[in-house]
């Protein structure tokens, strides 16, 4: 009987000294890789993977948010801004994957209460923000206004221990990354934009709502803020094909209302030579860091021969000039498509 019990103690204790020096371990390469950017990101390469942006651009601009005094907002397309390139600003790009309108809103509020009034807010608009509804779940933390969580609770976990491991791996979930300056980067093998591939992006997208309530509440948010507004660039064949949706007049539409809720706001999904391009996108709506080099001298206030400005400009005079933009497109697609 007392040799089954020293059986069962030594047990339990190399089990437990296993468990110790797994959780030990788990942390100690946790720390090493930080794939959430609690201490400043990857101690291991050169690459940051975007594992949970929601949760990981809290960490890294609490631990600076005395640094900044602006704030990009948008959707992993407007990740690719190079916030360092938006002169006479210090600004922090708070762009994640699918971000939306009601979540910039929460996001904040949030940063609002822990202190940050920043000169300039940008924003970047995208059209899935006025078509159906797709319910985010809350974060708490971001909700609830509290501190986000420990870096210990989050780290002796085996989820945050499978992001390090893929890290290690260079497994990217994304074809994104951050550089060790977490400025957004593409890796090299994006694939090729092909426009007439079978097309099923747009096949549910319907305008349901303007969403310019939303718009105008963040930027109540910070009422001292300059507003400064883009739409994401859009390939013009992709426009063709929310066109033959018979949802382009009220994109526009919808576009040109939201635009009056910003001091400064560009459309780059106008039609341009950029936007007919097929080697600086890989799927019409995700575009690469040139394009968004060109975007970043338009909001500095230079001109190129990319997007418009809708300030000033009526809904009317808007529509008619993308129209017409785009019906040049496709004369041109037309004369330069081989005869049947």
Known sequence: ?????????????????????????????????????????????????????????????????????????????????????????????????????????????????????????????????????????????????????????????IDVLWFSLKSLANANPLLRYYSENFEARQENNLPRYQPNRENNKWENFTIQKDNISGYQELKEIFPDAYFLGFSNPISSWELLEIERKGQLTLYLKTLSRVSKNFDGFWDFSFPSKQTQRLDNTFDGTHYNL?????????????????????????????????????????LKLAASSPPK
């Not at 040799?3 to 020096?21: D, R």
């Not at 959780?23 to 990101?41: C, E, H, Q, R």
């Not at 809350?138 to 969580?149: E, G, V």
Request: glycine share 8%; proline share 4%.
């Open 1 to 157: 009987m007392l040799k089954s019990k020293n059986k069962l103690k030594n047990y339990s204790m190399a089990l437990t000294i296993t468990m110790g020096m797994f959780m030990g371990l788990t942390f100690f390469l946790n720390i090493l890789v930080d794939p959430l950017w609690f201490i400043g990101g990857t101690k291991i390469g050169k690459k940051n993977f975007a594992f949970n942006e929601r949760l990981s651009k809290v960490n890294l601009f609490l631990n600076n948010q005395q640094n900044y005094d602006c704030i990009v907002f948008g959707s992993s397309r407007t990740t690719l801004l190079n916030a360092q390139k938006i002169l006479g600003n210090s600004c922090f790009n708070f762009s994640f994957s699918g971000g939306r309108i009601e979540e910039f809103i929460e996001y904040g509020k949030y940063i609002k209460r822990f202190g940050t009034h920043p000169k300039l807010v940008v924003v970047g608009v995208d059209e899935f923000n006025f078509s159906e509804t797709r319910e985010t779940p809350p974060i708490p933390f971001i909700t609830n206004f509290t501190t986000p969580p420990n870096i210990i609770e989050k780290y002796l976990s």
């Open 290 to 330: 040139p394009t968004y080099d060109r975007i970043a001298t338009v909001l500095n206030g230079d001109q190129t021969n990319m997007g418009i400005s809708l300030i000033g400009m009526s809904e009317a005079d808007y529509i008619t000039q993308f129209k017409r933009e785009l019906t040049k497109f496709k």
